[in-house]
Nanobody
Framework: QVHLVESGGGLVQTGDSLRLSCAVS??????MAWFRQAPGKDREFVAS????????YYADSVKGRFTISKDNVKNIVHLQMNSLLPEDTAVYYC???????????????????WGQGTQVTVSS
């Protein structure tokens, strides 16, 4: 059985940092991503690696502040978030796919496996 379990969320202030983790069990995915969803908004793409942990992509809103990485030994995906802003407040989800194509990596529908999410709240 496949499980994705996020952790590391919390309440921080503007400018602080957080590191989210997504522990994957039961399967290894060639591509993984982080998405986020704020209240009343659609789930949006944050960051991903595509078929290689060195082939990374980021949403413009987080580029330069967030970094996605993967520990292949432990099968854990991290999202290091620096210089956090109030608009980063959302529930953050990790997602996995082994059939992803590059043109759809930003689409939630392209990922078949999801974690339960972890709340990140950034106060101003």
């Amino acid at each position: 059985q496949v499980h994705l379990v996020e952790s590391g969320g919390g309440l921080v202030q503007t400018g602080d940092s957080l590191r989210l983790s997504c522990a994957v069990s039961g399967r290894t995915f060639s591509s993984m991503a982080w998405f986020r969803q704020a209240p009343g908004k659609d789930r949006e793409f944050v960051a991903s690696f595509f078929r290689s942990r060195t082939n990374t992509y980021y949403a413009d809103s987080v580029k330069g502040r967030f970094t996605i990485s993967k520990d292949n030994v432990k099968n854990i995906v991290h999202l290091q978030m620096n210089s956090l802003l109030p608009e980063d407040t959302a529930v953050y989800y990790c997602a996995g796919s082994s059939t992803l194509i590059l043109s759809t990596l930003g689409s939630p529908e392209s990922y078949g496996y999801w974690g339960q999410g972890t709340q990140v709240t950034v106060s101003s």
